[in-house]
C-alpha cells in the first residue's frame, strides 16, 4: 500500500526546512511560520505541522513563548559535549568499518577520498565540504551498524554549521586531506585500532579548527549559538586537543562510547 499523500508532503517540506538549516540559509533564531509554510509548499495545516514536529524532534526547532517554532541554537558547551561524544562514534565507525566495510564501498570510500583532493585542487571549500560528507557517510554505511550509522547522522544535523565555515579555514583542507589519507590507508588495511585513532584524531582537528574560528570572533559568537565566551572556547581547544594526543580504546572490539 502507497504511502498517504500527506506524509509525503509533511516529508517534503521537513527535507526542505533541514537542507536550509544545514546550509546556513536558515540560521539559529530564525523563526519559521506554520502559516508561511502553508503558503509557500501550497498544503493545508497538517502536513506542515507535521514537519516541525518531525525537525523538533531531530534537535533542529525547538518553540519560544511567543514566537512559536525558530531554529534551534546549540551553546558552544554543548557543542564540547556533543564534539566529545561524536569523536567516540566516528571512531567506532572506522573500526567498524575496517572490519567489515565491503569490498563496493572500500571502492566508493577510495573515490570520495580522490573526489576530496578533485575538490582541494580547485580550492573549493563547499566543493570539499560535499565531497568530505560524502566521505564520512560511506563509512557510516561501511560500519554495517545501522544503528550507529543513524545516531551519527542524527548528531551532525544537530551540530550544523555550514561546511565552508570549517574548510575556509587556513590549511585545513591540506590537513584534512592528509587525515583522509590516514583513515582510508586504515580501512583498507582491515587495521581497526589504526583506524579508530586516524578518525578520533581527524574529527578532532576539525573540532580544533571550529572552536580557533569561535575564539577569533569579536563577541565570542558561535555560529549555532547565541552566547559563548572566549573562556568557553578555550575549554573546546582544551577537549579537542586531549583527544588529539590519542585516546585507545581497552578492548580491540569496542570503542569507549
Excluded: W
Excluded at 85 to 111: C, D, F, N, Y
Excluded at 131 to 159: C, K, P, T
Excluded at 177 to 190: F, M, P, S
Amino acid at each position: 500500500m502507497p504511502p498517504s499523500p500527506r506524509i509525503n508532503l509533511s516529508d517534503k517540506i521537513r527535507a526542505a526546512l533541514e537542507a536550509e538549516i544545514t546550509s546556513g540559509q536558515l540560521v539559529a533564531g530564525s523563526r519559521i511560520d506554520e502559516q508561511a509554510l502553508m503558503d509557500r509548499f501550497e498544503v493545508s495545516r497538517t502536513p506542515a505541522r507535521e514537519a516541525l514536529l518531525q525537525l523538533m524532534s531531530a534537535g533542529l526547532v525547538t518553540t519560544v513563548p511567543r514566537q512559536g517554532a525558530v531554529v534551534a541554537s546549540l551553546s558552544l558547551p554543548e557543542y564540547v559535549a556533543m564534539l566529545e561524544i561524536l569523536m567516540e562514534l566516528e571512531g567506532l565507525a572506522a573500526r567498524l568499518s575496517a572490519r567489515r566495510m565491503p569490498a563496493v564501498q572500500r571502492k566508493q570510500l577510495a573515490l570520495a577520498d580522490q573526489a576530496c583532493r578533485d575538490a582541494a585542487a580547485k580550492d573549493d571549500a563547499e566543493l570539499y565540504g560535499a565531497a568530505n560528507r560524502s566521505f564520512h557517510e560511506i563509512i557510516y554505511d561501511g560500519s554495517l551498524n545501522e544503528v550507529l550509522a543513524r545516531q551519527l547522522r542524527a548528531m551532525r544535523l544537530r551540530m550544523r554549521h555550514p561546511q565552508r565555515t570549517l574548510f575556509d579555514r587556513p590549511g585545513r583542507i591540506r590537513n584534512s586531506l592528509v587525515e583522509h589519507k590516514q583513515v582510508l590507508d586504515a580501512i583498507l588495511n582491515g587495521d581497526e585500532d589504526a583506524a579508530y585513532r586516524a578518525m578520533t584524531g581527524h574529527i578532532s582537528s576539525g573540532g580544533n579548527v571550529y572552536a580557533d574560528a569561535i575564539a577569533s570572533m569579536p563577541h565570542g559568537v558561535p555560529v549555532a549559538a547565541p552566547v559563548a565566551t572566549p573562556e568557553v572556547a578555550a575549554d573546546a581547544l582544551a577537549v579537542t586537543e586531549r583527544a588529539a594526543r590519542g585516546r585507545k580504546p581497552t578492548d580491540k572490539s569496542t570503542s569507549k562510547a
